[in-house]
């Protein structure tokens, strides 16, 4: 989702501009948003990664 359109409704400035504090408190947010929902496949992608490791080793361990 971009934010780059979204109109603050206190300044009625762009809030990708950053002009009051709702508008950063807003940016804020949806930047962490951003960050959120980037991380998440990467975070599934390691959780993946350990698992198959430890499934490697514990193969490994028993034969
Ligand atoms: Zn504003």
Do not use: K, W
């Not at 934010?3 to 930047?31: F, T």
């Not at 959780?47 to 193969?59: C, D, E, I, M, R």
């Amino acid at each position: 989702m971009t934010y780059d359109r979204l109109v603050c409704a206190n300044c009625a400035a762009p809030v990708s501009e950053g002009r009051c504090p709702v508008c950063r408190a807003n940016r804020e947010r949806l930047q962490q948003e951003n960050f959120l929902s980037g991380l998440n496949p990467m975070a599934l992608i390691a959780l993946l990664a350990v698992l198959v490791a430890a499934v490697a080793l514990l193969a490994h361990q028993t034969a």
